[in-house]
């Protein structure tokens, strides 16, 4: 019988299938016959497979120096020490922006036809998202950085491909006087903390800032961004680390890096969120951001840091190359095109919650018939759908005072809800919507969403989650 841990590694996504590599990938021994400065790097297995030594920085950065020119026809070089892309995982990331932007989750309000304009945060010197997006699409780039020797190089990669570089702008980020270095911010206390369980204090949506509320790092976005841009996405390849000694704890590759490309105080999670609060103040100028996670326990903390802020929509994905698996998080402040599960909706005839922290005996469909039995405490008719996990129900104004205990007058309509619930990393979003728009129940249908959601949270989610949620 097969164990469940590889039945869970069967089961993981693979390689995004519009990637250039999901049905052929590189093969090391063609690539060492026709390119002699790659081939002292392969050597072959006892089954004859060949291979590289993947703790080897020299190996590593040739083998990219030969997928990007062998591939897709495109110069590359970068000096020791930088961070190393692998062209495969990178490309599923460029792929799945491609998804977002071809859906029609959002309107496509377009000025310029056709042309796709992408901000690339903290490029480095392989400038590698925005060579792919120009070779592969055709996008055009800003792609932004904050070391000389990055900046100096992501030029040279530009240049050196006459048939793209007018698709790319190289940006340096200009820092405040008084920004500290990364070395001096890490010295520091950092204020974001890892929570074992529920989500993190309130305390730890701050982000590194001075007495006057300014951002002690370099901007990210915010100064970056030119009055009066627009873009279509924003995409992130973030510091993964909280310091160098952790950046260097995995021994089983060695793709460089410098100390800003690895390091951030509060690791990944603290740079994303200084991306989300750049997003709030710059809102529709970007269509979609989005940002690569490394740690899948920083999802749901970066999620409810969206529904807190007002995103209209969050996409979430799995990327996989090989034994390395990142995610993606996207989110827009853009007004969906249709109607679709949103962890945060404003409209008063529209509400959701989460619930996080659940108790691991119970599932959604526990949930689903709780909320079924909330209802018929009040007499409302339900029916409950275990296949879409929703249940409609259908509720006159003496069911809602029933529910409620309040006596509202007047009003013979009846009111027809619907609950859908949602999985999503590590939570359980529960929605609401009252069917007739301009019901004058609407006032109800909140109050009893809320008593819902208290209901559910006393039922189902540990005293911890009950604590902080928002």
């Given at each position: 019988?097969?164990?469940?841990?590889?039945?869970?590694?069967?089961?993981?996504?693979?390689?995004?299938?519009?990637?250039?590599?999901?049905?052929?990938?590189?093969?090391?021994?063609?690539?060492?016959?026709?390119?002699?400065?790659?081939?002292?790097?392969?050597?072959?297995?006892?089954?004859?497979?060949?291979?590289?030594?993947?703790?080897?920085?020299?190996?590593?950065?040739?083998?990219?120096?030969?997928?990007?020119?062998?591939?897709?026809?495109l110069?590359?070089?970068?000096?020791?020490?930088q961070?190393?892309p692998?062209?495969p995982?990178?490309?599923?990331?460029?792929?799945?922006?491609?998804?977002?932007?071809?859906?029609?989750?959002?309107?496509?309000?377009?000025?310029?036809?056709?042309?796709?304009?992408?901000?690339?945060?903290?490029?480095?010197?392989?400038?590698?998202?925005?060579?792919?997006?120009?070779?592969?699409?055709?996008?055009?780039?800003?792609?932004?950085?904050?070391?000389?020797?990055?900046?100096?190089?992501?030029?040279?990669?530009?240049?050196?491909?006459?048939?793209?570089?007018?698709?790319?702008?190289?940006?340096?980020?200009?820092?405040?006087?008084?920004?500290?270095?990364?070395?001096?911010?890490?010295?520091?206390?950092?204020?974001?903390s890892e929570?074992?369980?529920?989500?993190?204090?309130?305390?730890?949506?701050?982000?590194?800032?001075?007495e006057?509320?300014?951002?002690?790092?370099?901007?990210?976005?915010?100064?970056?961004?030119?009055?009066?841009?627009?873009?279509?996405?924003?995409?992130?390849?973030?510091?993964?680390?909280?310091?160098?000694?952790?950046?260097?704890?995995?021994?089983?590759?060695?793709?460089?890096?410098?100390?800003?490309?690895?390091?951030?105080?509060?690791?990944?999670?603290?740079?994303?969120?200084?991306?989300?609060?750049?997003?709030?103040v710059?809102?529709?100028?970007?269509?979609?951001?989005?940002?690569?996670?490394?740690?899948k326990?920083?999802?749901?903390?970066?999620?409810?840091?969206?529904?807190?802020?007002?995103?209209?929509?969050?996409?979430?994905?799995?990327?996989?190359?090989?034994?390395?698996?990142?995610?993606?998080?996207?989110?827009?402040?853009?007004p969906?095109?249709?109607?679709?599960?949103?962890?945060?909706?404003?409209?008063?005839?529209?509400?959701?919650?989460?619930?996080?922290?659940?108790?691991?005996?119970?599932?959604?469909?526990?949930?689903l018939?709780?909320?079924?039995?909330?209802f018929?405490?009040?007499?409302?008719?339900?029916?409950?759908?275990?296949?879409?996990?929703?249940?409609?129900?259908?509720?006159?104004?003496?069911?809602?005072?029933?529910?409620?205990?309040?006596?509202?007058?007047?009003?013979?309509?009846?009111?027809?809800?619907?609950?859908?619930?949602?999985?999503?990393?590590?939570?359980?979003?529960?929605?609401?919507?009252?069917?007739?728009?301009?019901?004058?129940?609407?006032?109800?249908f909140?109050?009893?969403?809320?008593?819902?959601?208290?209901?559910?949270?006393?039922?189902?989610?540990?005293?911890?989650a009950?604590?902080?949620?928002?």
């Open positions: 019988m097969p164990s469940k841990k590889r039945r869970r590694k069967e089961g993981r996504p693979k390689i995004h299938p519009k990637n250039k590599y999901s049905d052929n990938p590189p093969d090391f021994a063609l690539l060492a016959s026709l390119y002699p400065s790659f081939q002292p790097f392969v050597f072959y297995s006892r089954d004859g497979r060949p291979k590289i030594d993947w703790t080897d920085f020299n190996a590593t950065r040739e083998l990219t120096r030969v997928l990007l020119l062998h591939d897709h026809g110069n590359w070089w970068i000096p020791d020490g961070l190393c692998t062209v995982n990178r490309s599923n990331y460029i792929h799945w922006i491609e998804d977002l932007l071809s859906s029609d989750v959002i309107a496509k309000t377009k000025s310029n036809g056709d042309n796709v304009r992408g901000f690339d945060i903290g490029t480095g010197a392989n400038c590698i998202y925005p060579l792919l997006g120009a070779s592969l699409l055709g996008w055009n780039f800003v792609a932004s950085d904050v070391t000389d020797v990055a900046l100096e190089w992501a030029e040279r990669n530009v240049k050196n491909n006459p048939h793209i570089s007018e698709l790319i702008e190289i940006r340096k980020v200009k820092c405040p006087q008084n920004t500290l270095t990364p070395e001096e911010l890490n010295n520091g206390e950092s204020v974001y929570e074992v369980e529920g989500l993190p204090s309130s305390s730890s949506f701050d982000t590194p800032a001075s006057d509320g300014s951002y002690h790092g370099p901007p990210i976005l915010l100064d970056v961004v030119r009055d009066g841009e627009s873009f279509d996405f924003c995409m992130s390849n973030p510091p993964f680390f909280e310091s160098i000694e952790e950046a260097g704890l995995n021994p089983k590759t060695s793709c460089g890096g410098t100390y800003e490309e690895m390091v951030y105080p509060g690791g990944e999670k603290a740079f994303i969120t200084r991306i989300i609060e750049d997003s709030v710059l809102k529709q100028s970007f269509r979609w951001y989005t940002s690569m996670v490394g740690r326990v920083n999802l749901k903390f970066l999620i409810s840091k969206l529904r807190e802020v007002g995103a209209t929509i969050v996409k979430t994905t799995e990327f996989v190359q090989g034994q390395t698996c990142r995610w993606g998080l996207a989110w827009s402040f853009v969906p095109a249709k109607k679709i599960i949103s962890p945060h909706v404003t409209e008063k005839n529209i509400l959701s919650f989460m619930l996080e922290g659940l108790q691991h005996q119970f599932g959604a469909i526990h949930v018939q709780s909320v079924e039995s909330f018929h405490t009040g007499g409302a008719s339900c029916k409950l759908n275990a296949s879409s996990f929703t249940v409609d129900i259908t509720a006159s104004t003496d069911h809602c005072n029933a529910l409620l205990n309040k006596g509202v007058k007047d009003l013979n309509e009846v009111a027809s809800f619907s609950n859908v619930f949602q999985q999503i990393p590590g939570t359980l979003l529960v929605k609401g919507s009252l069917q007739h728009r301009d019901s004058p129940l609407s006032g109800l909140s109050s009893i969403f809320q008593e819902l959601e208290e209901a559910l949270r006393h039922k189902f989610c540990r005293e911890k009950g604590a902080n949620s928002l």
